[in-house]
């Protein structure tokens, strides 16, 4: 334990040298605290108010200082106009101090800017104290437009002075996802957890199989099946199919009671036409009456009795066991043979070393990174859906509770020269000066 000790004593002393000789350079860069961004719809394509909300522990007190929002691609900010924009900011809601904010800064006015895919707002006079609660509106009469693609998308925002030096900044996560609300935008309440709906298998010339993910809602009340023949299937426009256990029973008159609805997961179809293309959906009904659909898929029944071969494997990700450090890695896994990999639905810039291997570079915001990967065959078939959380600490935070503090310290201490991973900012395989001098820049960070 006194050697321990020892070693603590002299990591802490070390610290405190790379504090002085480094904290000049960067006095009072930090991350903003409590950032988050309210979004009024997820749904691709659709047009949406954000609001931001955060804490600055620096603040913007010089003139031409300024808060940078960059978005990621796919969003289109085109239509904003400075109109569009409110600030507020103050100690205790961010309520307090209203700025107003026009075309170009002036002497009493914040100036908003647009280009590409970010927006500043510019200070001209107006100070935001350090340790301010601020609140930035995007979306009156115009409307930032949400990305086609579904998917997690990241925002940053950032406080930079006149000469572009960054002061505080933070980064967030949005996610792209069908949505639903009512008449005039009001929400339609508690909406069930759609189902994941694989690709069609056992297609055969006059029949095929279908199965979807069970939904573990609580308020549960029961599925529905839709089919048609051309894209875009919905309760509206398609054929309902009786689910095996209710025969011949229409969606409202479905018994909530019977516990074989929510398994009931397995669905044979047969009575099909050879040759033709079927695309099917299912709905999730919640005991409120509200709904969610499921993806569509779709099959061509065969000319011939030959069926198709089972949906592939599950792929699979090897991944660190510990916090990823690095805001873009590199993931990557093994696939069953002559299949595409899918990772949240998107299977572009995705490689392959083998016919059995794949790999992505992809970019993580701080906090846990959801992906969604499954592989799908030449016949249009998914295989089993596969769940992987990559989480990213900021550099420093070795136990990952969203502070740098002692306990950070001593298990670096304790691991000196070893290759632990939850102290290995720089993923070089060693703790060693660089991983200090890491935890040293970020000392009392809290994020």
């Known amino acids: 334990m006194r050697i321990f000790w020892q070693q603590k004593q002299w990591i802490r002393f070390g610290l405190f040298l790379i504090l002085f000789f480094l904290l000049p350079y960067n006095l009072q860069a930090a991350n903003l605290h409590t950032l988050s961004d309210r979004v009024s719809r997820h749904a691709p394509a659709i047009p949406s ?77 107006g100070d935001i104290a350090p340790n301010d609660i601020v609140i930035i509106s995007i979306g ?34 949005v996610p792209i996802a069908d949505d639903q609300v009512g008449v005039n935008g009001a929400p339609l309440g508690t909406l069930p957890t759609p189902v994941i709906l694989n690709f069609p298998y ?72 050879p040759a033709r293309t079927y695309y099917f959906v299912v709905y999730v009904y919640n005991d409120q009456g509200n709904n969610a659909i499921s993806n569509e898929v779709y099959a061509t029944t065969n000319n011939s009795g030959n069926p198709w071969p089972p949906p592939p494997a599950q792929p699979t990700i090897n991944q660190r066991l510990c916090p990823i450090f690095l805001p873009t890695v590199t993931i990557d896994g093994t696939k069953p043979g002559s299949t595409t990999i899918f990772i949240n639905g998107d299977s572009e810039n995705i490689n392959y070393p083998t016919d059995l291997t794949w790999n992505k570079p992809v970019s993580l915001g701080l906090g846990a990174n959801l992906f969604l990967i499954f592989a799908r065959d030449s016949y249009g078939q998914n295989s089993p859906f596969l769940t992987a959380t990559v989480n990213r600490c900021e550099v420093g935070d070795a136990n990952c509770n969203a502070v740098i503090d002692d306990f950070d310290l001593a298990g670096l201490a304790g691991h000196w020269e070893t290759n632990w991973c939850y102290a290995d900012f720089n993923e070089d395989g060693i703790v060693d000066d660089f991983d200090l001098s890491g935890l040293a820049a970020h000392w009392d960070s809290v994020y």
């Open 140 to 173: 009156a009469a115009h409307k930032i437009v949400n990305p086609l693609a579904l998917g997690s998308k990241i925002i940053s925002l950032a406080l930079y002075d006149i000469a572009d030096n960054l002061i505080d900044s933070g980064r967030l996560a």
């Open 49 to 125: 108010d954000h609001v931001f909300t955060f804490t600055t522990p620096s603040g913007l007190t010089g003139a031409g200082d300024y808060i940078r929002i960059s978005f990621d691609g796919g969003f289109d900010l085109s239509a904003i106009i400075y109109s569009d924009v409110t600030l507020t900011h103050g100690s205790v809601t961010g309520q307090e101090i209203s700025e107003t904010v026009v075309a170009d800064p002036t002497a009493v006015n914040w100036g908003l800017s647009r280009s590409g895919n970010h927006i500043d707002l510019i200070r001209s006079t």
């Open 202 to 273: 056992n297609v055969l010339t006059n029949s095929l199989d279908l199965d979807w993910s069970e939904n573990l809602d609580f308020n549960f009340h029961r599925y529905v099946l839709y089919m048609g023949t051309s894209p875009g299937v919905t309760d509206l426009n398609g054929t309902f199919l009786p689910i095996p256990g209710i025969p011949g029973v229409i969606p409202d008159q479905a018994n909530p009671t019977d516990p074989t609805l929510r398994t009931q997961t397995i669905f044979n179809i047969d009575g099909l036409a």
